[in-house]
């Protein structure tokens, strides 16, 4: 049985956190203009550096994007996204975190807001954040 290889193609791999506040709304970010996919609203997060765990890459992000401490113990994994853009194709973890030390706040120029699950399918957001969006209502991640 003959199988044709599969396009060769940059996997850029992303940690990314469902912050979730004692109401039940998670924490979304909105993408600074100049960046790609400016404008649209993602989870906050960022690229795993070379050699660093999914956890410890959240931890950084989350203090430089939002200057909050997060202890990776409360880091609580829950699903993932695997999108193929045109140049790359994004895998992302998607962690829970219900505790942080701070107030979470917009660190880089970005816009934050606090969202209930249902407003979450009214903010414009990267395709490859819909499929989370999905996941986290279908579980009912957001209440407990």
């Known amino acids: 049985m003959s199988r044709e290889p599969l396009e060769s193609v940059k996997v850029v791999l992303v940690a990314a956190c469902a912050l979730i506040d004692g109401e039940g709304r998670v924490l979304m970010a909105e993408r600074p203009a ?4 400016a404008g649209l609203w ?8 070379g050699g660093e765990r999914p956890e410890a890459a959240l931890v950084r992000e989350l ?6 401490t997060v202890d990776p113990a409360d880091l609580e994994p829950f699903t993932f996204a695997s999108y193929g853009y045109e140049r790359f194709h994004l895998l992302m973890p ?11 706040a917009p660190m880089e120029g970005q816009r934050i807001c606090w969202s209930a699950i249902a407003g979450l399918k009214t903010l414009p957001m990267p395709p ?9 209502e279908r579980k009912g991640a957001l209440e407990r």
């Open 34 to 37: 100049g960046k790609e996919l």
């Open 42 to 49: 993602e989870f906050p997060g960022g690229k795993i550096e």
């Open 63 to 68: 203090r430089e994007e939002l200057g909050i």
């Open 94 to 104: 998607l962690y829970l975190c219900r505790r942080w030390q701070g107030d979470p």
């Open 128 to 136: 490859a954040d819909v499929p989370l969006v999905e996941a986290l």
